[in-house]
C-alpha cells in the first residue's frame, strides 16, 4: 500500500474552477465515503478549503486510484474530467507525504505562512475518523504533518511573517478607507473564518462589529465573543446600508450580497471582503460607485502568495521572510525524512517477529526434546540449560535483527527483510508468525524491540 494525493488548488486552477470543486457539509462526507468505497483504495481523507481540494488515500494501484479520484471529483463538482485534468496535480508515496507536510506549514498556502490550515487539516482528519475512512497509515502520516506545521510555526515565526487572508484583506481595506478603528463592519457567517476575521477586526479596532448568520445562535455566539452584535441573515440589508467594511464567508452556494442589497447606500464608499467558495458576493457590484470588492480572484491575480514578498503580502526582499520561509522547508524536509524512515522500519518489524518467534519454536521444541531423553536432570540444571540455551539464541539473533530494521529506514530497505524471509523461509503473513510478540528473552533481543 502507497500514499496517493490527488488536488487542485490555487496554484493549478483559477478561482471560478476552485468554486465548483468546492465541497463542504454533507456534500464533503459523500465524497470522502465515495473515494474510500473505491475498489483500490484502503484508507482516504478529503482536505477542502477556500484555496485547495485534496484527496489523499491509501492505494495498491497508482493509475487505477488516480483516475478513480479524478471521476468521482468529476461527479461531484460537475466539471467534465477532461476540463478537470488538466489543472489536476498527482503525489505519490515520499512526494505525497512532503506534499501533506508542505500544505500544514503554510507553505502552500495562497499567503505563504497562514495558520488556518492547520485547523482544517485537524478537521479534515476528525471527519475521516468519525467516517472511518482512516486507518493506520493515514492517521500516522496526518498527524506528523499537523505536529510539523505546529513545529514550523513555533520555531520559524512564518506565521509572522506571512499572514492570514483576513489580515491581508483588511490592510487592503485600510488603503481605501483609511484607519479602520472606530469604523462600522459587518461579518457574514459564523464559521471559522467568520471567527477570525471578527477577532481580526476586534483587534485592528473595529467597534462596531455585526454578525450575520443563518443560524441566529451561532451569531450570537460569536457575537459575544468580540463585543458584536448578532442579526438574522435576513437584516442583511439593512446592516449593509450602515457598514463600512464587509466580510463574508459562509460559502452557502447563493449570493448574499448582490447590486440590489447595496441600493440603499448611495454611493458611500464600502470595502467588501469576500472570503468565500463558492462566492457570497457578486461580482457585479464592482460597477456600483463607492464600491471596492476583493475577493479570493483578485488576491490571486495580485500574488498574494508570492513567495519573494511582493505585493500586498509583504515587501520585495523582506529577508526575514525570505529566512522563514528556507528554515520551515529546512524543518519539512527533516520530518518527511524521519516519517519516512520509520514508516519503512515498521514495515520489516512482521519479519523480524517471525523470526524471533520461530527461534523460540526451535529453542522450546529442543529443550523438551532434550528433557524427554535426560529425565533424570533435577529442576535446577533443567532451567539453566533452558536459559543458557535461549541466550545463545538471543545473541546469534539480535545483531541482524537490530541490522535489518537499521537497513529498513533505507530506500531499498525492503529488499532486506526480503532476503531474510528467504533464508529462513519466513511467512510473517501466517497465525503462527507473530503470535508472539515479546522478546524472547533478555536484554539484547529487548534492544530489537525498542
Do not use: W
Amino acid at each position: 500500500m502507497s500514499v496517493l494525493a490527488v488536488g487542485v488548488s490555487h496554484r493549478t486552477a483559477p478561482v471560478a474552477l476552485l468554486e465548483k470543486l468546492s465541497v463542504t457539509g454533507d456534500g464533503l462526507v459523500k465524497l470522502l465515503r465515495d473515494v474510500h468505497q473505491s475498489s483500490c483504495v484502503a484508507e482516504a481523507l478529503v482536505v477542502s478549503t477556500c484555496n485547495r481540494v485534496e484527496v489523499y488515500a491509501e492505494v495498491d494501484r497508482f493509475h487505477g486510484a488516480v483516475n478513480a479520484v479524478a471521476e468521482l471529483l468529476s461527479i461531484h463538482s460537475g466539471v467534465p474530467v477532461e476540463q478537470l485534468g488538466p489543472h489536476l496535480y498527482v503525489h505519490y508515496e515520499d512526494r505525497a507525504v512532503h506534499h501533506l507536510f508542505s500544505v500544514a506549514s503554510g507553505l502552500d498556502s495562497m499567503v505563504v505562512g497562514e495558520g488556518q490550515i492547520l485547523g482544517q487539516i485537524r478537521q479534515a482528519l476528525r471527519l475521516a475518523q468519525d467516517q472511518g475512512t482512516v486507518g493506520p497509515t493515514l492517521n500516522d502520516v496526518t498527524q506528523h504533518a499537523l505536529r510539523t506545521g505546529k513545529r514550523v510555526h513555533a520555531d520559524t515565526g512564518i506565521d509572522r511573517a506571512g499572514a492570514s487572508l483576513v489580515g491581508v484583506g483588511l490592510t487592503l481595506a485600510e488603503r481605501v478607507l483609511g484607519p479602520l478603528a472606530g469604523r462600522r463592519a459587518v461579518v457574514v457567517g459564523a464559521g471559522s473564518m467568520s471567527a477570525l476575521s471578527a477577532a481580526t477586526l476586534s483587534r485592528a479596532g473595529v467597534t462596531g462589529i455585526v454578525v450575520a448568520n443563518r443560524t441566529f445562535e451561532r451569531a450570537v455566539r460569536l457575537a459575544e465573543t468580540i463585543g458584536g452584535r448578532a442579526v438574522e441573515l435576513d437584516e442583511l440589508p439593512h446592516e449593509l446600508a450602515e457598514a463600512d467594511l464587509v466580510i463574508s464567508c459562509t460559502g452557502g452556494g447563493r449570493l448574499l450580497i448582490t447590486p440590489e442589497t447595496l441600493e440603499a447606500r448611495g454611493g458611500a464608499p464600502i470595502f467588501l471582503l469576500d472570503l468565500a467558495l463558492p462566492h457570497d458576493v457578486d461580482p457585479a457590484v464592482r460597477a456600483l460607485p463607492g464600491v471596492t470588492l476583493v475577493d479570493l480572484e483578485s488576491m490571486q491575480d495580485a500574488g498574494l502568495g508570492d513567495e519573494t514578498g511582493e505585493g500586498a503580502g509583504g515587501a520585495a526582499g523582506d529577508g526575514g521572510r525570505a529566512v522563514a520561509i528556507a528554515e520551515a522547508r529546512r524543518i519539512v524536509g527533516e520530518e518527511v525524512t524521519g516519517h519516512l524512515d520509520a514508516a519503512r522500519a515498521a514495515r520489516v518489524t512482521p519479519t523480524v517477529i517471525a523470526l524471533r518467534t520461530k527461534a523460540a519454536d526451535v529453542v522450546d521444541a529442543e529443550i523438551g526434546r532434550l528433557m524427554s531423553r535426560v529425565p533424570e536432570l533435577d529442576g535446577r540444571t533443567r532451567e539453566e540449560v533452558t536459559q543458557t540455551v535461549r541466550r545463545v539464541v538471543d545473541k546469534l539473533l539480535h545483531e541482524p535483527t537490530v541490522r535489518v530494521k537499521q537497513l529498513a529506514a533505507s530506500s531499498s530497505g525492503d529488499h532486506y527483510a526480503e532476503a531474510l524471509r528467504e533464508l529462513f523461509n519466513l511467512d510473517p503473513k501466517v497465525p503462527e508468525a507473530v503470535r508472539r510478540t515479546e522478546p524472547i528473552d533478555g536484554p539484547a533481543d529487548r534492544e530489537v524491540e525498542r
